[in-house]
C-alpha cells in the first residue's frame, strides 16, 4: 500500500509501505552507502531505534540468512529502500528480505527516491522522520513526531544476563561490556582462542574486574555516548586496570572516561567504503563504519592520548591511543560485516597488549 | 611537480589501431594521462600509430609521434627525445608488450630511462603464467588446475591427467586470441597449435574448465605506499566461459552477499599487493554459485577495457589517479576529481545500476561463427545507467543500434518454440533476446532457463519481469496506469506503441498528459554522501527528484556516434570531442549525449555537461524538453547522430548546420540525382530499385559489373560487385529485403582510382584542407584502402575538376560545416560515388597532418561564423611538403570465419598513419604500423585471378628483379614462364601432400598475393589459403595496387633509413625537413 516518510522539516518522501497500515514508525533517519550487507546492516545493534536508508537502490537480491545476522533480533526503527527485490537468488538464501521483515516486524517504505532523501539528509543532516500510511491521520502524524528520540537504547540492546564463549587453553580472556555488540566482534576475538564473557552494559567495574579477564572489550552501540553517564563512571574504574580495546561506541565512552568530549556529526558516516589514514604507518584503510557522534580532537588536548587513526574524509577522529596504558580504540568496524576486511588485525594487537600485560 | 623530483620528460606509449579487443578505451586512458601529466608541469612525449585519437593531437602532448609501435621506432624516439621515464600501462597490452620489449633489448638502461608504474617484474608475474601461478600458490589464492605447455605432447599428458572440459589459453595475446573451450583430444590439438602460433612467446596455458561459475571482476588500485583500494565490483550476466569483452556486465555485483563480496574483494587486495602493481590492475575470478568457493582467473596489470567501464560506472578516474601514482604520487595525496573535497584514497559507492553490452560486427561478418568462447569478438560496447536493471538493460539494448528497442528481435517471430527452446544452450549474440522469447512465450520457466544457461535466476527473473510487461501491454488497454509501469520498467515509447498498437505520437503525448518523465541524476562516486559538482548525468523513471541544475547560458546539444562499430570507429569521438571544445571556445554550453563506455566523449571533464543515454529520438528529446537547448549538433557523430535528424527537426528541434532537407537530398537517390544532373557533375550510372525484376532490367542497361547495395548504408553493409544477372538474382535474395521502403540500388562499377576530399562549407565558399588518393583501386571500401596526402598520381586537371564539383555540391547543398564526398577517376574523368553531409572517417587523420581544426572551424561555421571570419579562403588548400599515408587496420585473427579479401564491404577495425617526406617511407611506416611484417627476402607466392594475369607478370617480374623467389599456382607459373620468370609450381589446395597451405604452415612461403576470380564469393580454395596467412601472421595482399605499393616500398628499403622519426609538431610547423 502507498505510504510515505515525512520528515521533522515537513518534506515528504513518496513510497509503498511493506507490511501494511500498521506498520508505521518513527526514528532519527540516517543513510548507509554500502551496496552489500543490508542483513549485517538490519541486525546491527548500533541502529537501533532509527529508520535505515540504504543508497543502493535494489536491496534484497541475495534474500537473508541466520549466519548473516548481528545480534539475536534486528532493532532497528525502519527501513528504506529504492527496489526490495521480489526475486533474490543466492545458494545461502534462507528467507527472502521481505520474509525477514515480516519476522522481524521491520517497518519498511520502499520505491522511494532514497537518491533525493539522502541528498536532502546530507545538506539538511540527520533528523527525525515517520513512516505512515498515505492513509494515517494528521494527527497521528503529528503525534509521532512529537516524540522524543529515546535515549535508552544501550539498555534495550544489551544481554541482560552475562553468557561465557568459551576459547582456546593459552588465549587471553577477554570480557566484553555489550552497548549493542555486533556478533562478528565475538567472533573475530573467538577465532584468535579467545574466551569471552559477555556482560550487560551497566555491569559495575567491580563485577568486570571480579571475573580476572587478560582484557576489557567495550563495544559498538546505539545512541549518543553521553546518555550513559553511569557507564562512562565504570568504564573510568577500569582504566589502568587492565587492557581495554573499544569499537564505536565504546571507543567514544572511553574518550569521555578519559575526560574527552564528543559532539555530534552532521549526518555522521555510515557506509562500506570509508577510507581513515593510520597515522603511526602513514597508510590507509577502507573500514565499515555506522556512527553518527564523534570525539572532539579539541578535548584531548592535554590528555594522556595519542590520536591514531583519522578519517581522510574529513579528518575526524577514528582512532587513538593511551599515550603509556595498553588501552586503545577505534571509530570504525574491524570486524566488518558487512565491510572490508582490511582492519582485522587491530584483534590482533588486542591480543598482543593483553599478553604483554600479563606477562609484565 | 611531481612527486619523483629527477622526473621532466615522460614518454607515453598509446596502443596503436583499434583492434578487436583494443578500442577506444585507450585513447581515453591516453589522453586522460597525457593531461594530467601536463598538469603536473612535465614535459609528454606521445607515441602512437593511430591518428584517429585525440590523444594524437599535437595540444595534448608536447610531442606527438604518429609513428609504427614497434622497438626500433621507439627505441630510436627514445634515442632523440632522452626522456627521463616511460609510462606504458595505459597503452593496453600492446602497450605493455613493448614496454617488455624495449627493457628487454636494453633500450631502457642504455638512454636511462625509468619505467614508471608497475615494474616490469611487477608485469611479469602478472602475465607469465608458470610465474603468476607461482605468485597464487605463494599467497595461498586459489588458481584453476593448470600447465603450461610449448607444445602439443604436454597439452595431451595434462588432459590425460585431469580430464576435460579444458581451457587453453595463449599467453601475450590480446583479447584472447586463438584460444578456447575443449572437450575432447582432437579439440585439444586444434586449439593448442593455433595457441602456440598466436602467442608472443610460445607458450599456452591449458586448465580446468570452470565454465558455468559466476564470473567477477574487481578494479583495484595501489600506490607505492602500499595503499589498495578496489574501484569498482562487477558481475558478468554470462557465467564463466565467454569473455568478459563479450559478455553483459553489471556494476556492482548483483547477487554476492557481503561474506562473498569482501572474500573476492581481500583477495583481490592480496593479489595486487603480492604483484607489486603500481596503479590500476583488473582481477577476474570465478567464483562457485553453489559452494562460495572460487578461483582466480586472470590478472591484468594495467588500465584496460574493464578500468575505463569502471572509471564511466563510478566515475572515479583510473587512468588519471594511475598516472599519479606512476610519478610517486599515493592515493591519500590525490583530490577526488568528483567532489574536489575528498581523496582519490576511497572506494567509490554507487546508487544506480550499470549495464555493459558489447556490440559485435556479426551485421558487417554475415559469414562469421557468432558463437561467444573465450576469444573476444566485440568491436565496441555501450553502456547505460538507471536505477533498476529492467531500466538499465533496456537501455542498453536501444543504445547498441541494432535495431532492436526492446528484448525482441522480429526475426525470432517466425521461429517455432522447438527452435527457441533447442536454442536456449546455444552461446551467443543473441541468447539474451531468444531468453526473452522463451519468456515471453512461456515456453520455459526462469528456473529452466537458468538451469540450461547458468545465468543466475536473478537476472532470468528481471527478464521476466519486462516480458510480462510487454504481454499486459499487448493484451490490455493504454491507460495512465499500463502506461507508468511500463514506464517505470525502462519501456521505450517506441515498444509500447508496438506493443499496444498505438501511434508513436500518441505515446508520447499521453506521457506528457499524465506527466511520466524521467528525472535525472548524477554519477558522483559516493552515493550522494557528499556534495559533488561532476556535470554528469543518467536519467530515471524511479525517482521523484530531478538533479540537474538547467542554466540560463546559451547552450547546445552535441550527439555523439554510440558504439564502435566497423564503418564507425573512434574517428567519430574524436570528432565529437572537437565539437564539444569549439562550443566551449565559443562561449557556449556544450552538452554532449553517447553512451560509448570507452570513449574520450563520454568523460566528465570534456562537456559542460554530459548525459550517458541511448542516441535515440524518445532519449534525445527528453533531455531536450529539460534543458531547452537552442539546437543540436548531428554532424559529428557519424550515421547515428545524422539519422537522428529527420525526427528531431520534425518535433521543433533546431539543427545546427547543414539543413535537414539538405541532408537528405545528399542521402536520398533520386533527389540526389536531380542536384547532380542540375549541376552537370557525372556519376556512375545507377538506379535506385524496388524489385527485383527492375533490378534485372537496370543491371542489363547499365552494363555489368555492376556494385548493388541497399539505400542508407552504413560503412558499406551488404554491398557486393557483381558480375552477371545469376549473381545479381543470388544478391537479391540473401543479402538484402528489397520493398517500396529499402529500395536497393544499382551503380555501374567504374574500375579506376578511387579519391576522398573532406571540406567545410559556410554557405558561401568552401575550404578544402585536403585531397586523399586512394592506393587501391574502387571496389575496395574507402575504409579499408590506404588513403594518400596528398594525392601522388592525379593531374593537375583532375585535381582542378574535384576541387570544382566539390564547392559545387557543397554549395548547392548549402552545407554548413563538414561534408565528405568519394569520387572515381577514370579514364581522367571524374564522377561522384558519394556525398555524405557530415563528418567522416577521415577527418582526423587530415585534420592532423594539414594543421587544420577542421571540426573546430565547422562547427563554428555550424553556430553561424563564416569561413573568411576565421581567416580561410575558397578553394583547395596548398598541399603540405610531407606526404601522410592511413592504412587499414584489420582483426581477421579474431574471426575464424571472415573472408580477409578486400571489397566493397568494410572489414577493417581500426586505421594507423605513416607521415614522412618520403612517400615509400610514409608507407613503410603505414604498413608495419598496420602490423604487416613485409618480408626483406624470401618466398612470394602468387595465386591470381584470370582478369589479373597480365598485370600480375609485371609485378611478379619486379619482385624477382629484387631477389625474390616467386612460388605460383599451376596457371599463373605458366603465364611467369612465358615472360622468363622461373616461378616454383606449388600444389593446390589439397592437390598434393605438400600444398600451398602446408608450405604457409611450415615458414616456406613469406608473403602472399592473392586476387579473387570475379563474383566467386566462396571460393574456398582461396580463402583456407588466405586464413592460413592470418593464422600464420604471414602478409596476404588481395590487391595488386597494394602489391605495387609494397614492391615500391621494399625498393626503398634497399636503400634508405628505414627508421626516421619526426614529432607532428615539427612537419606541421614546417621543422627538420631533411630526411
Not at chain 1, 534486528?74 to 529502500?81: D, K, N, P, R
Not at chain 2, 517471430?413 to 531468453?435: A, G, H, P, T
Not at chain 2, 514506464?487 to 506527466?515: H, W, Y
Not at chain 2, 534485372?696 to 558499406?716: D, F, K, Q, W
Amino acid at each position: 500500500m502507498k505510504g510515505k516518510l515525512i520528515l521533522q522539516d515537513g518534506t515528504t518522501f513518496r513510497g509503498q509501505l511493506f507490511g501494511g497500515s500498521n506498520a508505521t514508525t518513527e526514528g532519527e533517519v540516517v543513510f548507509n552507502t554500502g551496496m552489500t550487507g543490508y542483513q549485517e546492516i538490519l541486525t546491527d545493534p548500533s541502529y537501533c531505534r532509527q529508520i535505515v536508508t540504504l543508497t543502493y537502490p535494489l536491496i534484497g537480491n541475495y534474500g537473508t540468512a541466520k549466519q548473516f545476522n548481528q545480534s539475536r533480533k534486528s532493532f532497528v526503527g525502519g527501513l528504506i529502500v529504492g527496489e526490495l527485490c521480489e526475486k533474490p537468488s543466492s545458494s545461502s538464501m534462507q528467507k527472502t528480505l521481505a520474509e525477514f521483515l515480516t519476522a522481524e516486524k521491520i517497518p519498511c517504505l520502499y520505491d522511494v527516491d532514497t537518491r533525493a532523501l539522502t541528498r536532502k539528509i546530507r545538506s539538511a543532516g540527520t533528523m527525525k522522520g515517520v513512516i505512515v500510511s498515505e492513509y494515517t491521520s494528521q494527527g497521528t502524524i503529528d503525534e509521532m513526531m512529537s516524540l522524543p528520540i529515546r535515549k535508552n537504547v544501550v539498555e534495550q540492546v544489551t544481554t541482560p544476563v552475562s553468557y561465557t564463549l568459551d576459547g582456546r587453553a593459552g588465549a587471553p580472556y577477554v570480557v566484553t561490556m555489550d552497548f549493542g555488540v555486533k556478533r562478528n566482534i565475538l567472533d573475530a576475538m573467538r577465532k584468535l582462542g579467545c574466551k569471552v564473557t559477555v556482560v550487560p552494559a551497566k555491569s559495575p567495574a567491580e563485577a568486570v574486574l571480579a571475573l580476572n579477564p587478560d582484557g576489557i572489550f567495550l563495544s559498538n552501540g546505539p545512541g549518543d555516548p553521553k546518555d550513559v553517564p553511569d557507564i562512562i563512571r565504570e568504564v573510568k574504574k577500569l582504566i589502568g586496570q587492565r587492557p581495554i580495546f573499544g569499537i564505536c561506541l565504546g571507543h567514544q565512552i572511553l574518550a569521555l572516561a578519559m575526560g574527552a568530549n564528543t559532539y555530534k556529526l552532521k549526518f555522521g558516516h555510515r557506509g562500506s567504503n570509508q577510507p581513515v589514514k593510520d597515522l603511526t604507518t602513514g597508510k590507509v584503510a577502507i573500514t565499515s563504519q555506522n556512527h553518527g557522534y564523534a570525539i572532539d580532537a579539541k578535548s584531548l588536548e592535554g590528555l594522556p592520548v595519542q590520536i591514531t587513526h583519522v578519517s581522510l574524509n574529513d579528518g575526524t577522529i577514528e582512532g587513538f591511543r593511551h599515550t603509556s596504558l595498553p588501552i586503545s580504540s577505534v571509530q570504525y568496524h574491524p570486524e566488518a560485516a558487512p565491510g572490508p576486511n582490511d582492519s582485522v588485525h587491530l584483534f590482533d594487537e588486542f591480543i598482543f597488549n593483553m599478553k604483554k600485560f600479563k606477562g609484565a | 611537480m611531481p612527486k619523483k623530483k629527477n622526473l621532466n620528460k615522460i614518454i607515453v606509449i598509446g596502443s596503436g589501431p583499434i583492434v578487436i579487443g583494443q578500442a577506444a578505451e585507450f585513447d581515453y586512458a591516453g589522453s586522460q594521462a597525457c593531461r594530467s601529466l601536463k598538469e603536473e608541469g612535465l614535459e609528454v612525449v606521445l607515441v602512437n600509430s593511430n591518428p584517429a585519437t585525440i590523444m594524437t593531437d599535437a595540444n595534448i602532448a608536447d610531442r606527438v609521434y604518429i609513428e609504427p609501435l614497434t622497438v626500433d621506432f621507439l627505441t630510436a624516439i627514445i634515442e632523440k627525445e632522452r626522456p627521463d621515464g616511460l609510462l606504458a600501462t595505459l597503452g593496453g597490452q600492446a602497450g605493455l608488450n613493448l614496454a617488455v620489449q624495449l627493457a628487454e633489448s636494453g633500450a631502457l638502461d642504455k638512454f636511462n630511462v625509468e619505467l614508471l608504474g608497475t615494474s616490469i617484474n611487477a608485469i611479469k608475474k602478472a602475465e607469465d603464467r608458470e610465474l603468476f601461478k607461482e605468485t597464487m600458490e605463494r599467497i595461498g589464492e586459489p588458481i584453476p588446475e593448470s600447465t603450461i605447455v610449448e607444445d602439443i605432447h604436454g597439452a595431451i599428458d595434462f588432459a590425460n591427467q585431469i580430464g576435460y572440459p579444458l581451457i587453453v589459453r595463449p599467453a601475450y595475446t590480446l583479447g584472447g586470441t586463438g584460444g578456447g573451450i575443449v572437450n575432447n583430444e582432437e579439440e585439444l590439438i586444434e586449439t593448442t597449435l593455433r595457441g602456440l602460433k598466436y602467442s608472443m612467446i610460445g607458450q599456452v596455458l591449458i586448465e580446468r574448465s570452470i565454465a558455468g561459475w559466476k564470473e567477477i571482476e574487481y578494479e583495484v588500485m595501489r600506490d607505492g605506499n602500499d595503499n589498495c583500494i578496489t574501484i569498482c565490483s562487477m558481475e558478468n550476466f554470462d557465467p564463466v566461459g565467454v569473455h568478459t569483452g563479450d559478455s553483459i556486465v553489471v556494476a556492482p555485483t548483483q547477487t554476492l552477499t557481503d561474506q562473498e563480496y569482501q572474500i573476492l574483494r581481500s583477495a583481490s587486495l592480496k593479489i595486487i599487493r603480492a604483484l607489486e602493481i603500481e596503479g590500476g590492475c583488473n582481477i577476474q575470478f570465478a567464483l562457485d554459485p553453489k559452494s562460495q568457493s572460487y578461483y582466480v582467473i586472470e590478472v591484468n596489470p594495467r588500465v584496460s577495457r574493464s578500468s575505463a567501464l569502471a572509471s564511466k560506472a563510478t566515475g572515479y578516474p583510473i587512468a588519471k589517479v594511475s598516472v599519479k601514482i606512476a610519478i610517486g604520487y599515493t592515493l591519500d595525496e590525490i583530490v577526488n576529481a568528483v567532489t574536489k573535497t575528498t581523496k582519490a584514497c576511497f572506494e567509490p559507492s554507487v546508487d544506480y545500476i550499470v549495464v555493459k553490452f558489447p556490440r559485435w560486427p556479426f551485421d558487417k561478418f554475415v559469414y562469421a561463427d557468432t558463437t561467444l568462447g573465450t576469444q573476444m569478438k566485440a568491436t565496441g560496447e555501450v553502456m547505460s545507467l538507471d536505477r533498476t536493471f529492467e531500466g538499465a538493460i533496456l537501455k542498453a539494448v536501444r543504445s547498441l543500434e541494432i535495431g532492436v528497442n526492446r528484448l525482441h528481435m522480429d526475426k525470432m517471430d517466425d521461429w517455432d518454440d522447438d527452435r527457441i527452446k533447442k536454442r536456449l544452450s546455444r552461446i551467443d549474440d543473441e541468447r539474451l533476446f531468444l531468453i526473452a522469447e522463451a519468456l515471453r512465450r512461456g515456453i520455459a520457466t526462469p528456473e529452466e532457463i537458468a538451469d540450461i544457461t547458468k545465468i543466475d535466476r536473478w537476472f532470468i527473473d528481471k527478464i521476466k519481469n519486462i516480458t510480462d510487461m510487454e504481454v499486459r501491454l499487448q493484451k490490455g488497454d493504454l491507460n495512465a496506469k499500463t502506461l507508468r509501469e511500463a514506464k517505470l520498467l525502462g519501456l521505450a515509447d517506441k515498444s509500447i506503441a508496438e506493443l499496444t498498437g498505438a501511434k508513436l505520437n500518441d505515446v508520447r503525448d499521453m506521457r506528457k498528459q499524465f506527466k511520466i518523465f524521467p528525472v535525472y541524476k548524477m554519477v558522483d562516486t559516493c552515493a550522494a554522501e557528499f556534495e559533488a559538482a561532476t556535470p554528469y548525468y543518467y536519467s530515471t523513471y524511479r525517482g521523484e527528484v530531478d538533479e540537474v541544475e538547467v542554466s540560463n547560458n546559451r547552450k547546445i546539444v552535441v550527439l555523439g556516434s554510440g558504439p564502435i562499430r566497423i564503418g564507425q570507429g573512434v574517428e567519430f569521438d574524436y570528432c565529437s570531442v572537437h565539437s564539444v571544445w569549439a562550443l566551449r571556445e565559443a562561449g557556449v554550453e556544450a552538452i554532449i549525449i553517447n553512451n560509448n563506455p570507452e570513449t574520450v566523449s563520454t568523460d566528465f571533464d570534456i562537456s559542460d555537461k554530459l548525459y550517458f543515454e541511448p542516441l535515440t529520438t524518445e532519449d534525445v528529446l527528453n533531455i531536450i524538453d529539460k534543458e531547452k537547448p537552442e539546437g543540436v549538433i548531428v554532424q559529428f557523430g557519424g550515421q547515428t547522430a545524422i539519422n537522428l535528424a529527420a525526427s528531431l527537426a520534425a518535433a521543433g528541434v533546431k539543427i545546427f548546420g547543414t539543413s535537414v532537407d539538405n541532408i537528405d537530398r545528399a542521402e536520398d537517390r533520386e533527389r540526389f540525382d536531380e542536384m547532380l544532373t542540375e549541376l552537370n557533375i557525372p556519376r556512375p550510372r545507377g538506379i535506385s530499385v524496388t524489385n527485383l525484376d527492375d533490378a534485372i532490367t537496370g543491371a542489363a542497361n547499365i552494363g555489368y559489373p555492376v556494385m548493388v547495395r541497399p539505400s542508407y548504408v552504413l560503412g558499406g553493409r551488404a554491398m557486393e560487385i557483381v558480375y552477371n544477372e545469376e549473381e545479381l538474382r543470388d544478391y537479391m535474395s540473401r543479402a538484402v529485403k528489397v520493398t517500396p521502403d529499402h529500395p536497393v540500388l544499382v551503380d555501374r562499377y567504374m574500375q579506376g582510382t578511387e579519391v576522398e576530399v573532406d571540406a567545410i562549407c559556410d554557405g558561401v565558399d568552401v575550404v578544402i584542407p585536403g585531397i586523399m588518393e586512394h592506393v587501391e583501386r574502387a571496389g575496395v571500401h574507402s575504409g579499408d584502402s590506404i588513403a594518400v596526402y596528398p594525392p601522388q598520381t592525379l593531374p593537375s586537371k583532375v585535381i582542378y575538376t574535384i576541387t570544382d564539383y566539390t564547392k559545387r555540391m557543397a554549395l548547392a547543398l548549402n552545407v554548413h560545416g563538414l561534408l565528405n564526398i568519394q569520387y572515381v577517376v577514370a579514364d581522367g574523368c571524374v564522377y561522384v560515388i558519394e556525398v555524405n553531409p557530415r563528418s567522416s572517417r577521415t577527418v582526423p587523420f587530415l585534420s592532423k597532418v594539414t594543421n587544420i581544426k577542421m571540426v573546430n572551424v565547422a562547427t563554428r561555421v555550424a553556430l553561424g561564423e563564416t569561413l573568411k571570419g576565421l581567416g580561410y579562403y575558397s578553394g583547395l588548400v596548398e598541399p603540405k611538403p610531407y606526404v601522410a599515408v592511413k592504412a587499414p587496420v584489420f582483426s581477421f585473427a579474431k574471426m575464424q570465419d571472415v573472408d580477409i579479401s578486400l571489397g566493397p564491404e568494410m572489414k577493417s577495425t581500426g586505421e594507423v598513419m605513416g607521415i614522412d617526406y618520403h612517400y615509400a617511407r610514409a608507407l613503410y611506416k603505414a604498413i608495419t604500423g598496420a602490423g604487416m611484417n613485409i618480408p626483406k627476402n624470401g618466398c612470394i607466392l602468387f595465386t591470381v585471378a584470370d582478369k589479373d594475369k597480365e598485370e600480375m607478370k609485371q609485378l611478379a617480374k619486379a619482385f624477382s628483379e629484387l631477389g625474390f623467389k616467386i612460388v605460383a599456382t599451376e596457371g599463373t607459373a605458366k603465364a611467369l614462364q612465358s615472360i622468363g620468370i622461373d616461378a616454383e609450381v606449388v600444389g593446390k589446395v589439397h592437390q598434393r601432400s605438400t600444398d600451398i597451405i602446408q608450405m604457409i604452415k611450415l615458414g616456406k612461403i613469406h608473403m602472399v598475393v592473392n586476387t579473387q576470380a570475379p563474383g566467386k564469393h566462396i571460393a574456398k580454395d582461396g580463402f583456407r589459403i588466405r586464413r592460413a596467412t592470418v593464422e600464420l601472421g604471414v602478409p596476404c595482399l588481395t590487391s595488386l595496387d597494394t602489391a605495387w605499393e609494397v614492391m615500391r616500398v621494399l625498393t626503398f628499403m634497399r636503400d634508405r633509413r628505414l627508421v626516421y622519426s619526426l614529432a607532428i609538431q615539427d612537419y606541421v610547423g614546417g621543422g627538420d625537413a631533411l630526411a
